[in-house]
C-alpha cells in the first residue's frame, strides 16, 4: 500500500530553519498538503500544493518538492511552532497521513 | 467564520454503535466534500472517510469499511458517521474536516474533534 515517510523528530533551535521531509514513492505526481497540530488542537494546514500558504500562515512557513519527496521549511523557528506536523496527499481516492514529526524547538 | 461543531461521542462498549454529527456554518455547505479523519490517543492521523458535495462519491479507509456509513444532509448543514460493530481500536477523536476536493485538495478547516472510546 502507499505510504508517506516523515521523520518521526526534528529539533532546531529558536531562530533557526527547521526542515521536516516527506517521502513517497509517487510523490512527485501528486500535491502534498501539510498540517500543524499543537497539544489538543485541532490540525491547521500551513501549506497546500507543496507550496502555496493559506492566509493567516507566517510566512516563515514554506513548503517545497524535488523528486518524491515534499519538505516544509520553518524559517526563524519560534518556540510558538513547536508542534507535530503531517504531510497529506492523496492515492486512488483514499487521503493519506504521513505518521507525523514532532517538532521541536530547544 | 467557518465553523465545524462535531457531536455524538462517548464511551461504547465493543460490538455497539455509534453516530457522529458535524454542524457545519460560515460557508456554502453544499459547494464541498466533506470528510472524517480520525486520530487515536497519542497517534498520528487517519482518514476514516470522505463524501462529496451531492453524496455522489463516497470513500471508506480500508479499516472501517463494511462498518462504517458517511452521509450529509445539506438542507441541515450536517455531516453524519455511523459507527457499526465498534471495536477497540476504534477508539479516537474523530474530526470533522471541510475539503477543497473530494479525492484531490486539502483540508482547510477542521472541527474541534468528538472522542469516541470503545471499551467494556
Known amino acids: 500500500s502507499y505510504e508517506l515517510t516523515q521523520p518521526p523528530s526534528v529539533s532546531v533551535s529558536p531562530g533557526q530553519t527547521a526542515s521536516i521531509t516527506c517521502y513517497g514513492d509517487?510523490?512527485?505526481?501528486?500535491?502534498a498538503s501539510w498540517y500543524q497540530q499543537k497539544p489538543g488542537q485541532s490540525p491547521v494546514l500551513v501549506i497546500y500544493?507543496?507550496?502555496k500558504r493559506p492566509s493567516g500562515i507566517p510566512e516563515r512557513f514554506s513548503g517545497s518538492k524535488s523528486g518524491n519527496t515534499a519538505t516544509l521549511t520553518i524559517s526563524g523557528t519560534q518556540a510558538m511552532d513547536e508542534a507535530d506536523y503531517y504531510c497529506?496527499?492523496?492515492?486512488?481516492?483514499?487521503?493519506?497521513f504521513g505518521g507525523g514529526t514532532k517538532l521541536t524547538v530547544l | 467564520e467557518v465553523q465545524l461543531v462535531e457531536s455524538g461521542g462517548g464511551l461504547v462498549q465493543p460490538g455497539r454503535s455509534l453516530r457522529l454529527s458535524c454542524a457545519a456554518s460560515?460557508?456554502?455547505?453544499?459547494?464541498?466534500?466533506m470528510h472524517w479523519v480520525r486520530q487515536a490517543p497519542g497517534k498520528g492521523l487517519e482518514w476514516v472517510s470522505g463524501?462529496?458535495?451531492?453524496?455522489?462519491?463516497?470513500g471508506y479507509g480500508d479499516s472501517v469499511k463494511g462498518r462504517f456509513t458517511i452521509s450529509r444532509d445539506n438542507a441541515k448543514n450536517s455531516l453524519y458517521l455511523q459507527m457499526n460493530g465498534l471495536r477497540a481500536e476504534d477508539t479516537a477523536f474523530y474530526y470533522c474536516?471541510?475539503?477543497?476536493?473530494?479525492?484531490?485538495?486539502?483540508?482547510?478547516?477542521w472541527g474541534q474533534g468528538t472522542l469516541v472510546t470503545v471499551s467494556s
Open positions: 509517487k510523490l512527485g505526481d501528486k500535491h
Open positions: 460560515g460557508f456554502t455547505f453544499d459547494d464541498y466534500a
Open positions: 500544493q507543496h507550496t
Open positions: 474536516a471541510k475539503a477543497t476536493g473530494y479525492s484531490s485538495g486539502w483540508y482547510d478547516y
Open positions: 463524501i462529496s458535495w451531492n453524496s455522489g462519491y463516497i
Open positions: 497529506q496527499a492523496w492515492d486512488s481516492s483514499t487521503a493519506l
